[in-house]
T-cell receptor
Framework: AQTVTQSQPEMSVQEAETVTLSCTYDTSESDYYLFWYKQPPSRQMILVIRQEAYKQQNATENRFSVNFQKAAKSFSLKISDSQLGDAAMYFCAYRSPLTPPSSGSRLTFGEGTQLTVNP | DSGVTQTPKHLITATGQRVTLRCSPRSGDLSVYWYQQSLDQGLQFLIQYYNGEERAKGNILERFSAQQFPDLHSELNLSSLELGDSALYFC????????????FGPGTRLTVL
């Protein structure tokens, strides 16, 4: 079974600075998808960014980018120019491809990293 | 706003009771997923439906059941509730069971007293 590990329960960053959140995963599959979701105090789960394992290029969405190291099974999230609104719990998630089809397309989540942004 | 709706937002009930949580997926999405978020077990996948059929099961208790109706909305039924069932229950949807991105609803906060 796949596992996802976020080794940083808490992180803090100064407003306008850059912070990197770590995520590692364990899988024997060669093709899969990785995601970062953000959960602000409202508890809504918001998709931040996704990465397809077959793509070598790291995904980028505005101030959010990832460093995907497939061989190391590492998937870190970099937030540039941090804003107060970035304060939230961040979850790394893994989704396996549909083999076998009976596995569906469930997401496996890490434990989360609570990010605090200091003004 | 993800386009996924869940009702009710909050639910307070007693042990031994039964509740139903409702989810309406985004327009055009055929697949619905249920997740449970609790303090001790984190975010866990419960069950997935695609176009009315169960597609995959995760760590769902026998006391829990779900279904997806012809109009594609889904309901999660929790019975014989225990204190440990208190959690945030999320519904997510995606276009198909192949599509990789799941969009989450706002969740239902269940408190069992």
């Amino acid at each position: 079974a796949q596992t996802v590990t976020q080794s940083q329960p808490e992180m803090s960053v100064q407003e306008a600075e850059t912070v990197t959140l770590s995520c590692t995963y364990d899988t024997s599959e060669s093709d899969y998808y990785l995601f970062w979701y953000k959960q602000p105090p409202s508890r809504q789960m918001i998709l931040v960014i996704r990465q397809e394992a077959y793509k070598q290029q790291n995904a980028t969405e505005n101030r959010f980018s990832v460093n995907f190291q497939k061989a190391a099974k590492s998937f870190s999230l970099k937030i540039s120019d941090s804003q107060l609104g970035d304060a939230a719990m961040y979850f790394c998630a893994y989704r396996s491809p549909l083999t076998p089809p009976s596995s569906g397309s469930r997401l496996t989540f890490g434990e989360g990293t609570q990010l605090t942004v200091n003004p | 706003d993800s386009g996924v709706t869940q009702t009710p937002k909050h639910l307070i009930t007693a042990t031994g009771q039964r509740v139903t949580l409702r989810c309406s997926p985004r327009s055009g999405d055929l697949s619905v997923y249920w997740y449970q978020q609790s303090l001790d077990q984190g975010l866990q996948f419960l069950i997935q439906y695609y176009n009315g059929e169960e597609r995959a099961k995760g760590n769902i208790l026998e006391r829990f059941s779900a279904q997806q109706f012809p109009d594609l909305h889904s309901e999660l039924n929790l019975s014989s509730l225990e204190l440990g069932d208190s959690a945030l229950y999320f519904c997510a949807s995606s276009v198909s069971w192949i599509t990789d991105t799941q969009y989450f609803g706002p969740g239902t906060r269940l408190t069992v007293l």
